[in-house]
């Protein structure tokens, strides 16, 4: 396999450990690639020197994530301007609305996420984003962006039918991490995800979150890893009547074209 995970927090402190070997397992389990989630500078600027330190295997996106968007001022916007042109940058984001958790004022969320997408226009950068329980607000912003959008992914899909058409709808792209592998929660998913077009179909970890629930053995930690990837991959793949070998080459080069990735 040649497999691409899109999001994984490789900077998130639960990695500071053995870090390395995280990388080499996602490797040894078909992980040819993964995209290092910027959820706020900090992070973003962790993302950046965590992807020059492994050229051809680790990339980053650089943004503010609706959680921080309460602190998002000005020197934010000029932050993430600066870190978006650092090499190995792929993506704007991760940005966009949570109305779920509500962790920052949704004023705040709204006006971040729009100088984020303006940001990605800027620099000409796909945009990685987030959107739960708040899909009215969420697409009718990007609406107002139309025909100026730069490729679109909707990160982490745990939607119903009718934002996913939404999507589809708009050529945006969606990524599907462990939640598919949830009875309680994602089995709604297991229909949905025969819907995305080949070419518009992404995995990811979303690591160290969402540890798919079904494996066997369960891990001794509930901490997700990047190799778990293959995993997703072979329940997106049945769920879609697919051979894991067809699965993993649409979505692998559909991430290629979305993130700008050479061979």
């Not at 993302?47 to 934010?76: C, K, Q, Y």
């Not at 179909?201 to 079904?214: F, I, N, Q, S, V």
Request: charged content about 25%.
């Amino acid at each position: 396999m040649n497999l691409i995970d899109i999001g994984a927090n490789l900077t998130h402190d639960s990695f500071d450990t053995d870090r390395v070997e995280v990388i080499g397992r996602a490797r040894e389990a078909g992980v040819a690639r993964m995209v290092v989630t910027g959820a706020d500078v900090e992070h973003s600027r962790a993302a950046i020197d965590l992807a020059a330190r492994w050229p051809g295997v680790l990339s980053a996106t650089v943004g503010v994530h609706p959680h921080h968007a309460g602190d998002f001022d000005a020197h934010t916007e000029a932050e993430l301007n600066l870190l978006l042109g650092r090499p190995g940058v792929v993506a704007a984001g991760e940005c966009g609305l949570d109305y779920f958790r509500d962790f920052s004022p949704r004023d705040a969320q709204r006006r971040a996420f729009v100088a984020q997408i303006g940001l990605g226009i800027r620099h000409d950068l796909p945009l990685f984003l987030h959107q739960r329980d708040a899909h009215e607000d969420f697409i009718a912003i990007l609406d107002e962006f139309a025909g100026r959008l730069p490729p679109t992914v909707v990160h982490c899909f745990t939607g119903m039918a009718e934002e996913l058409e939404h999507y589809i709808e708009r050529d945006f792209y969606v990524g599907i991490t462990g939640w598919i592998c949830d009875e309680r929660r994602g089995r709604h998913l297991l229909d949905l995800v025969q819907r995305i077009p080949a070419g518009r179909l992404m995995l990811e970890t979303d690591a160290p979150y969402l540890l798919p629930r079904d494996l066997k053995p369960r891990p001794k930690t509930r901490r997700n890893e990047p190799m778990w990837l293959a995993h997703i991959a072979e329940v997106v793949a049945e769920a879609r009547g697919e051979t894991l070998e067809q699965l993993a080459e649409h979505t692998t080069a559909a991430a290629r074209s979305f993130f700008r990735l050479p061979r």
